[in-house]
């Protein structure tokens, strides 16, 4: 296998095989380097593309993070169906073999540690979604030849803009709880950037929860269970992932 080596996870040996067609990151198909009792799981990688300098300037470019990303992922997911794997952080690079084994000796402990605590377990990641309040207009404004003061019009407008997303906060804060009493661990993370969910929503919970995988479809039922219950709340559940947000290792 020539050229640098991209590193997409860390796991133990397994017995299954990837599927025969999978292909990662620049084209190249997976391959399990074995440590130890830690396999790595790379694929060769072009130095004019993967070195230093180059990646540097890779990453700045939008289109080209998104298809490496998309490719990263989809080898997490395969190996998700086979293992436990720990995903490393995209674009984790190395120029040979021996500078991954020397990578995993260096962090064994923390990997075994960590490959212990996430055996068998999965995560779900939950987004609260409330309507964005809408713009004044002619249809929310009263009747012609109705007199509003303009403290009143003021005030009323406000209790418009803000009863919305306050509620949605507390039936957010109240389903974290109840999802969190359902799994092992739990992780808020910043709620997303508007330009993503669209101007016409708010993202008011981004939260993820690792689950064993054998309680999964309790955890999926609990979260279907919620949806509908408050008018102008949308509930997202996706998954299951490779646990991302659980594993230390930066996105």
């Given at each position: 296998?020539?050229?640098?080596?991209?590193?997409?996870?860390?796991?133990?040996?397994?017995?299954?095989?990837?599927?025969?067609?999978?292909?990662?990151?620049?084209?190249?198909?997976?391959?399990?380097?074995?440590?130890?009792?830690l396999?790595?799981?790379?694929?060769?990688?072009?130095?004019?593309?993967?070195?230093?300098?180059?990646?540097?300037?890779?990453?700045?470019d939008?289109?080209?993070?998104?298809?490496?990303?998309?490719?990263?992922q989809?080898?997490?997911?395969?190996?998700t169906?086979?293992?436990?794997?720990?995903?490393?952080?995209?674009?984790?690079?190395?120029?040979?073999?021996?500078?991954?084994?020397?990578?995993?000796?260096?962090?064994?402990?923390?990997?075994?540690?960590?490959?212990?605590?996430?055996?068998?377990r999965?995560?779900?990641?939950?987004?609260?979604?409330?309507?964005?309040?809408?713009?004044?207009t002619?249809e929310?404004?009263?009747?012609?030849?109705?007199?509003?003061?303009?403290?009143?019009?003021?005030?009323?407008r406000?209790?418009?803009h803000?009863?919305?997303p306050?509620?949605?906060?507390?039936?957010?804060?109240?389903?974290?709880?109840?999802?969190a009493?359902?799994?092992?661990?739990?992780?808020?993370?910043?709620?997303?950037?508007?330009?993503?969910s669209g101007?016409?929503e708010r993202?008011?919970?981004?939260?993820?929860y690792?689950?064993?995988?054998?309680?999964?479809?309790?955890?999926?039922?609990?979260?279907?269970?919620?949806?509908?219950?408050?008018?102008?709340?949308?509930?997202?559940?996706?998954?299951?992932?490779?646990?991302?947000?659980?594993?230390?290792?930066?996105?």
């Amino acid at each position: 296998m020539t050229g640098l080596r991209y590193v997409y996870a860390v796991c133990r040996p397994f017995g299954a095989a990837l599927q025969s067609q999978l292909t990662g990151v620049a084209g190249a198909p997976p391959k399990l380097l074995h440590h130890g009792d830690l396999v790595a799981v790379v694929s060769a990688v072009p130095e004019g593309e993967f070195a230093e300098e180059p990646l540097r300037a890779h990453l700045e470019d939008g289109e080209w993070l998104t298809a490496t990303a998309r490719a990263h992922q989809g080898v997490i997911d395969a190996l998700t169906t086979v293992t436990t794997p720990l995903p490393l952080r995209l674009a984790t690079v190395f120029r040979d073999d021996s500078g991954v084994r020397t990578m995993l000796e260096a962090r064994e402990g923390d990997f075994r540690r960590t490959l212990d605590r996430l055996e068998g377990r999965v995560e779900w990641g939950v987004k609260v979604y409330v309507e964005s309040a809408p713009e004044d207009t002619a249809e929310n404004e009263p009747p012609p030849g109705t007199a509003v003061p303009g403290r009143d019009r003021l005030r009323r407008r406000a209790g418009e803009h803000e009863d919305g997303p306050r509620q949605a906060e507390e039936y957010a804060a109240r389903l974290h709880e109840k999802l969190a009493a359902h799994a092992e661990d739990s992780r808020l993370h910043t709620p997303q950037n508007p330009a993503l969910s669209g101007p016409s929503e708010r993202n008011v919970l981004n939260s993820a929860y690792l689950v064993p995988r054998v309680q999964s479809e309790e955890f999926v039922e609990i979260v279907d269970r919620t949806k509908g219950e408050a008018p102008g709340i949308r509930v997202e559940l996706t998954g299951p992932w490779a646990a991302y947000s659980f594993a230390g290792e930066k996105p």
